[in-house]
């Protein structure tokens, strides 16, 4: 995004709170000043001070940038109050969920700055789907062969490999064998819903 005055005014996005009493008090508790924050979000210095008056709501790609910035989550942003979490996860409390052909499993705690998941990549599922977004990833081939591409290059990765990378540069995930693929996933994409993360759409990818 450019230093312009950002997108027209618009309604707040649905299901998205006024996030402008938690704007203002977290630039400041970053140490930020409204010049430097919104350079860094690549927005003007008018547009995030409408922003934290209430006069604009913000869109998610800027909760992302922002969250990052002031080393916080979208959650805190938006004024939500987290549940007091068990750092231990349960293998029973782990339900599996499935969608775009793959299933996978939370492996920690909601509401955190990372997450973490199993992953079960079947053969021929997903594989074309590029992915360009902000924040690192980190991945563990626990059974099955991963084609992995990262820009230009294709990696093969075997149980017991791992890779960690930019998750601004563009990458696929693919099972490489007919028995599909299991791995363990961390990412740093603050607080997005874990199956946009894996699976379609997220803020920013390209196809």
């Known amino acids: 995004m450019s230093s312009s005055d950002g997108p027209p005014d618009g309604p707040a996005p649905e299901g998205l709170p006024a996030v402008a009493p938690q704007l203002r008090a977290l630039r400041r508790r970053a140490g930020l000043t409204l010049e430097a924050a919104a350079r860094a979000a690549g927005l003007s210095p008018a547009h995030l001070s409408r922003l ?12 992302l940038a922002l969250a990052r910035i002031y080393g916080t989550t979208v ?6 109050t987290v549940a007091e979490r068990d750092a231990v996860v349960r293998h029973a409390d782990m339900e599996p969920t499935a969608a775009g052909g793959w299933t996978y499993w939370q492996a920690g705690a909601p509401g955190r700055g990372m997450q973490a998941l199993r992953v079960r990549v079947p053969y021929g599922s997903q594989g074309d ?21 990262l820009g230009d290059t294709t990696h093969r990765l075997a149980p017991g490999d791992s890779a960690h990378f930019d998750s601004l540069t563009p990458h696929r995930i693919a099972a490489q064998d007919e028995g599909g693929a299991e791995l363990l996933f961390v990412h740093t994409l603050l607080q997005s819903p874990t199956a946009t993360l894996c699976l379609g759409h997220t803020p920013g990818e390209t196809s």
């Open 129 to 149: 789907i590029v992915r360009v977004h902000p924040g690192e990833e980190w991945l563990y081939v626990l059974a099955g062969r991963l084609v992995l591409r």
């Open 52 to 63: 934290e008056t209430g006069q604009r709501q913000p869109s998610l790609p800027m909760l």
């Open 75 to 80: 959650s805190e942003l938006l004024g939500e």
